[in-house]
């Protein structure tokens, strides 16, 4: 009785979309399955002709067509037998027209049947390669004993065989794939042969496509010369480190002769990278919001063939409710070796922030060596004039007088100004798949820096800090995102001095605090910090910091989170009391965007800070709002 309802409804439709113009007159409301349950079923939506409405109201409409389903389900069957479930078939459907008749609910039943099943995945042939090679080649196969054969994963494992081969100096090597059923049909074993070829080197490099850009300072950037054996992955690496430059919209190093053409086989490989130049001046201007900055407007002007050579020189400027001001930067390539750099920068910047306003103007040099697209690690030197002001509800506390003096604060200004002259050292490590939506990965930012002693100034201190973030996927559609804060600064020891060191050495600007948006999310920016007698934050000395949270594809390029951040600020060095954090939770949504995920998020503090002295003109409250562009971390 189903089965009929369902064919009579569909002759409707097919009777009402004849008389429609093209684009039909029945949307799709609703596409659902049952008893799916060995793929995604998000996957096999985007493998179906017939699509359901988009999720917001004025999104895209879809509408049904009768020929497009009948071949969805012949695609159904196609999409199973890839993923190894010949068996599969679409054994009902339920077809529901609202009250209106111009909308459609689409219910297809799946029985999925027993699937073919891989029993072993031999490599035979290899012994070319290193041994440990092959054993990681085996481990990091996608085709696994005991999994259904996926076609898909087949393919890939194929490609890789063949690659490592590649990336051993054998260019022309050839991988065959054989199947054996085994008995009943029910599992297979497959067999990839390997027929390597002859070993070879690389031989001339061309280089074609250039026009301003000097053909020397392309072939500087090759990871590999003349003679090296041949290794397909230093080709990569080619092109990896030129579309680094920018200075390129298009890359391709790759062997001049066919690398699979037997009757070719060299022991010298020619290469040729061809490139196509990009525009070298580009101007930016954007204009943004956000709960914390407000308004904003962002202006840059960046050369990056500046003088030629591959240098590149800019100018930033911003302007928003907590900065505002102009950066100058330089960077010459090609400092010492390939990998190294040298960045010059020089700024005037003006922070603003609830406790005090601070003035930046000075310069940096960084010295920066890459190892590869993971791993860099810097040396710097800062000379700057630093300009502190407290706000002038601090200032007009006369409780507060005596403590502000004992931090460096003028008298009669209360301002702390001075020169400050640092050495830094920077180290970044990340394996982490996308830079602004991260689902799998790590990363590692270590600093710290030194004013005073060797580099005389007003200022004299130690600061570390480690920042560390880690992303485990559950699935193809749950990540869960951790992250680890932990800074110091530490001032030179001082018996005299009302906390044992000398605060006043410290300038305001590299003090520490948390709350915000990309923080502890309960609060706002600045919040979470050592309080004044009037409950004004002042910043601390010592850090830490930790959050987890949960995300979530929902629908199409909506996501949600869920969240846990926690942390603290404290006045004195190496003072850090896990047993005296903040913490807050609540949930975020999501949406994907070419820039990054557009973010929302409703944070709730779990122990609020009475002591705190919030904005008189708002209601004192548990919970903050934070709207942004990316991922809080």
């Known amino acids: 009785m189903r089965r009929s309802l369902s064919v009579s409804v569909l002759l409707v439709l097919a009777v009402a979309a004849a008389a429609c113009k093209e684009e039909g007159i029945v949307s799709v409301h609703k596409l659902a399955f049952t008893g799916v349950k060995a793929v995604d079923e998000t996957r096999l939506k985007s493998a179906l ?14 509408f049904f067509d009768r020929a497009r389903f009948d071949a969805d389900r012949k695609r159904i069957e196609a999409f199973y037998n890839d993923r190894g479930y010949p068996d ?5 459907f339920d077809v529901k027209l609202n009250d209106k008749q111009d909308a459609v609910d689409i219910t297809l039943t799946i029985s999925e049947g027993e699937p073919v099943k891989v029993a072993a995945v031999n490599f035979t042939g290899f012994e070319p390669i290193p041994p440990a090679h092959l054993d990681d080649l085996e481990k990091r196969a996608p085709l696994k004993p005991g999994a259904p054969r996926d076609r898909a994963l087949v393919v890939t494992t194929h490609e890789m065989a063949i690659n490592e081969l590649r990336d051993h100096g054998y260019p022309y090597a050839k991988v065959a794939t054989t199947e054996d059923p085994g008995p009943g049909g029910k599992t297979t074993t497959l067999t990839f042969s390997a027929e390597p070829g002859k070993i070879a080197y690389f031989g ?48 391709t190093a790759e062997p001049i002769k066919g690398e699979a053409q037997a009757d070719q086989e060299s ?11 990009g525009k070298h001046q580009r101007v930016n201007f954007g204009v943004g919001y956000g709960t914390e900055e407000k308004a904003r407007i962002d202006g840059e002007y960046h050369h990056v063939n500046f003088l030629g050579g591959a240098r590149s020189a800019g100018v930033h400027a911003r302007w928003s409710s907590l900065d505002r001001g102009a950066r100058v930067d330089f960077t010459q390539p090609y400092v010492f070796r390939p990998h190294f750099s040298l960045g010059l920068e020089g700024q005037d910047w003006h922070t603003f922030t609830p406790a ?38 601090v200032i007009n506390n006369p409780e507060l007088r005596t403590s502000l003096i004992a931090l460096g604060l003028d008298p009669t200004t209360l301002e702390q100004t001075g020169t400050l002259n640092a050495a830094g050292f920077d180290f970044q490590h990340s394996t982490a798949d996308n830079v602004l939506n991260a689902h799998r990965g790590y990363q590692v930012a270590f600093h710290t820096e030194e004013a ?44 005299e001095c009302l906390e044992g060191r000398d605060q006043k050495l410290v300038p305001f600007s590299k003090k520490y605090f948390l709350g915000g948006a990309t923080s502890i999310r309960g609060w706002g920016r600045f919040e979470v910090s050592p309080l004044s007698g009037s409950g004004l934050e002042l910043g601390g000395n010592s850090m830490f910091a930790a959050s987890a949270e949960v995300r ?13 951040d926690s942390g603290n600020v404290w006045a004195d060095s190496w003072s850090i009391n896990l047993g005296d954090l903040r913490y807050a939770v609540g949930p975020g949504l999501r949406y994907q965007t070419p820039i990054g995920p557009i973010r929302l998020d409703f944070g709730w503090q ?26 809080a971390f």
């Open 49 to 62: 002709a017939t699509k359901e409405n988009a999720f917001l109201p004025w999104g895209k409409k879809h």
């Open 88 to 92: 599969a078939r679409v054994t009902a």
């Open 204 to 251: 001339p490099v061309e280089i074609a496509g250039n026009k301003s850009v000097d053909q020397q300072v392309i072939r500087r950037e090759l990871a590999y010369k003349p003679g090296d054996l041949y290794r397909r992955s230093l080709i990569q690496e080619t092109q990896r480190r030129l579309y680094g430059m920018e200075l390129f919209q298009f890359v």
């Open 267 to 277: 022991s010298e490989v020619p290469t040729r990278v061809t490139v196509a130049e």
């Open 356 to 393: 005090y306003n601070s003035i930046v103007a000075g310069g940096k040099a960084t010295l920066t060596h890459r190892a590869d697209q993971h791993t860099s690690w810097s040396l710097s030197i800062t000379s700057e004039h630093d300009l502190s002001r407290i706000a002038p509800d």
């Open 452 to 495: 005073g002693k060797l580099l005389p100034g007003t200022f004299n201190y130690f600061a570390m800090s480690i920042d560390g973030r880690h992303y485990l996927p559950l699935s193809d559609k749950v990540t869960v995102a951790t992250r680890l804060q932990l800074g110091n600064i530490a001032p030179p020891r001082c018996p």
């Open 552 to 564: 979530a594809a929902l629908r199409g390029n909506l996501g949600g989170v869920l969240f846990l």
């Open 606 to 631: 779990l122990n609020p800070n009475a002591l705190l002295l919030e904005n008189p003109a708002v209601p004192k409250r548990r919970w903050r709002v934070h709207f942004s562009i990316g991922q």
